[in-house]
């Protein structure tokens, strides 16, 4: 099934959101759906983190609304989180706990009923070494926490994931690691929000390309033009354009 | 999820060290302060069971001798000890556990042992109430200040929300756990109220309900507090002054505020002033004048011109008047002391309100009868054999000694009437008689556990605003 035909798990219908005088978010409006990876794109202070914490229910929106799954966060969002998973650009997890027992830990919590070895194979499914399995997450490099982060999502069987700055600080090996993990994750029906500077991930990995700059969204990009579109360029554009207003 | 939340939290705390350490700390403190304590009970008690059978032996054997003089030989009596003294001296140490009874005199408690402590024992002492009523909070507040503030500061906070974990659910979680490790220190002394009420004696069910129930619901209270602080306050480091200063005020300074504040509102004299003005009142002219009326009215009434053609023993109906008048002096004097010692002990419960640790030490002490109340109640039942005690001889003076005064012989009285004089038992009346001691202190730790309730909904809705600007 292509993914145009699949249905939405994350729908961001005519967003706004105001901190003061401060319009953080402008009517906005993107969904994603089942197996798709969206990347949103903007630089700091666009609205991508404000946009990200309406859909996890952290904020409220003025106007507009988000669903998750058929779940309004604004209404329920604890049920609305439970179909989700949220990995920020520092994954925090319990320095002291080794990254089984994170995993156990967080899973349980969201209700995930699994063995610990059923558990121990998932971080083994996101590629993290037997050997660290046991350590102190407290000695655990960035990419390594993402991908306990991953598992988690696994565990939970989140039907949507929000990826808040995922690559920053990743060397390649371990971006290209994280991107073939996404993907699969991708590949099993899990819709993907990834909100990023990497305009080369983006490229790579996005079945869709939303640019956001000063709280609105100002390009989308699907399928094929992504890759036919010179994305650097198309980003500086309108960035540069906005800063010129 | 309660479980998983203890058994994390235990993970945690066992790799960082600091809890296990803290917790064997207090631990053998607890233990040191028990054994020390019911050692001290034990000893007590066994002295007080020689003494009060000795005392009843010298009385009974004191041989042939006047009543009066007998009256005036006394006796002493000893103030019994509920089993849950061992875990809350109160205010013991000051009340003195012995009350001598004899003619004409209302006298204080003897023995206190706080005239025998040296000067660093009067500092403070080691005892379970102590180190549960003080150092258990302080306990609970280092284990438990950055509970929520700590997950705030590494992110796990917003994580473990964006988890689809309800906010109302982890802070119950953390508050339940921080009130099972606070009563992990509280199950020593739960597992010997038990183990004293099945098989000890000294041991009321009601006194040790009210006792395990006052102490759970304070564990309760601070797990709490140290948590809704911990809810609201942005860094782990704010959350632990704000606890501290906290304790500080609650378990240091309001109550040495509010005893400063009930004796001058409520002062009293010094015990040698206090004594001096009982001699001043009792030996009055207007007593003499009592006893010359007694005397005019008595004659009138036997239609006799001299106390010699009484038919009875004038010496004894003169001492037992004598009696009842300086009794009505002592109910009067020692009345008024009683009401100020009272007024200053609800004062002093009305602080409770700003203090969680007022309203528990008197509901503590009320249930270990080792509070001012209970000591007043001993007092009482001590004067009301001492006038048993002088009625009982003087009227015996009065009815059978005449026979020997008109053979110009002194009267004595022998073992027959010492026997007619009953030991002395005293048993504290049921806890729930005496609400009215302890009633505030009751009302006020209910409104400390529903204020922290209420505001654990907020406390709660600050989580769940979590990410929010």
């Not at chain 1, 899973?107 to 996101?126: W, Y």
């Not at chain 2, 009794?327 to 100020?340: A, C, I, S, T």
């Not at chain 2, 005064?405 to 030991?423: A, F």
């Not at chain 2, 008689?433 to 409104?447: F, T, W």
Request: glycine share 6%.
């Amino acid at each position: 099934m292509k993914i145009d035909e699949k249905t939405n798990v994350i729908s961001v219908t005519h967003l706004s959101k105001n901190f003061a005088e401060y319009q953080a978010v402008d009517d906005i409006s993107f969904t994603v759906k089942q197996g798709e990876i969206l990347a949103l794109l903007g630089p700091n202070g666009a609205g991508k983190t404000t946009t990200i914490n309406c859909i996890l229910g952290f904020l409220k929106p003025d106007i507009g609304h988000v669903n998750i799954a058929g779940i309004d966060p604004s209404k329920d969002v604890v049920k609305a989180r439970k179909q989700l998973a949220y990995i920020p650009e520092q994954v925090a997890l319990y320095a002291k706990l080794s990254g089984l027992e994170n995993l156990i830990y967080m899973s349980k919590l969201a209700g995930v009923d699994k063995t610990k070895d059923e558990f121990r194979q998932l971080l083994a499914q996101v590629n993290l070494p037997t050997h660290a399995t046991n350590k102190p997450i407290g000695s655990y490099s960035k990419g390594m926490r993402q991908k306990v982060g991953i598992a988690i999502a696994l565990a939970k069987s989140a039907k949507a994931l929000i990826l808040d700055e995922p690559t920053s600080g990743l060397d390649p090996s371990s971006s290209h690691e994280f991107s073939q993990l996404i993907q699969a994750l991708a590949q099993e029906g899990v819709a993907i929000l990834m909100a990023t500077h990497d305009l080369y991930r983006a490229q790579e990995d996005a079945h869709s390309v939303a640019i956001m700059n000063q709280g609105q969204l100002v390009h989308s990009l699907v399928g094929n033009a992504i890759k036919e579109t010179k994305l650097e360029s198309l980003y500086l554009e309108h960035v540069r354009a906005a800063s010129t207003c | 999820m309660l479980i998983l939340t203890l058994k994390k939290e235990w993970i945690e705390s066992k790799r960082e060290g600091r809890t296990l350490w803290l917790s064997s700390i207090i631990l053998l403190l607890l233990a040191c302060a028990l054994l020390s304590s019911w050692h001290s009970y034990e000893q007590v008690q066994t002295q007080k069971q020689q003494v009060a059978k000795s005392e009843r032996e010298r009385w009974l054997n004191q041989g042939d001798k006047g009543p009066h003089s007998a009256a005036h030989y006394g006796v002493y009596i000893i103030k019994p000890d509920t089993g849950l003294s061992v875990l809350d001296p109160g205010l013991s140490d000051y009340q003195g556990s012995v009350l001598r009874l004899e003619a004409h005199k209302k006298n204080d408690t003897l023995f206190r042992s706080i005239q025998d402590a040296i000067q660093m024992q009067r500092f403070g002492d080691l005892n379970p109430a102590f180190i549960l009523q003080t150092l258990l909070p302080l306990l609970m507040i280092l284990l438990g200040f950055h509970s929520i503030s700590a997950e705030r500061e590494s992110g796990t906070l917003k994580q473990l929300l964006a988890n689809g974990l309800s906010p109302k659910k982890l802070f119950i979680a953390k508050v339940m756990a921080l009130t099972g490790l606070g009563l992990l220190f509280f199950a020593p002394i739960i597992l010997y109220i038990v183990y004293s009420l099945l098989f000890g004696d000294n041991f009321s069910a009601g006194r040790s309900a009210l006792f395990i129930a006052s102490y759970g619901i304070y564990i309760f209270i601070w797990a709490l507090l140290t948590l809704i602080v911990s809810s609201y306050a942005h860094t782990s480091r704010s959350a632990l002054i704000s606890l501290l200063v906290i304790w500080a005020l609650a378990c240091l300074l309001l109550p040495k505020f509010a005893i400063e504040s009930a004796i001058q509102q409520y002062p009293t004299e010094s015990s040698q002033a206090f004594q001096s003005k009982l001699e001043s009142e009792v030996y009055t002219p207007e007593r003499q004048q009592a006893i010359s009326k007694f005397k005019q009215d008595t004659l009138a009434e036997y239609g006799v011109e001299n106390v010699d053609e009484l038919p009875f023993a004038w010496s004894g109906a003169q001492l037992q008047f004598g009696e009842q008048f300086a009794n009505k002096v002592f109910d009067r004097l020692f009345g008024q002391r009683q009401m100020q010692l009272q007024a200053q002990s609800l004062h002093y419960q009305s602080a409770a309100i700003f203090s969680p640790f007022i309203a528990l030490q008197t509901i503590s002490m009320s249930a270990a009868a080792t509070d001012l109340a209970h000591h007043q109640l001993f007092d009482d039942a001590g004067e009301s054999h001492r006038r048993l005690i002088q009625a009982t001889l003087n009227g015996d003076l009065k009815d059978n000694g005449l026979a020997s005064i008109k053979r110009n012989k002194s009267y004595r009285g022998d073992q027959h009437l010492w026997e007619s004089i009953p030991d002395f038992t005293y048993q504290y009346p049921a806890i729930a008689q005496l609400m009215s001691h302890y009633g505030r202190a009751v009302i006020c730790l209910l409104l400390w556990l529903m204020a922290m309730m209420s505001l654990s909904y907020f406390a709660m809705r600050r989580i769940e605003n979590e990410g929010q600007p």
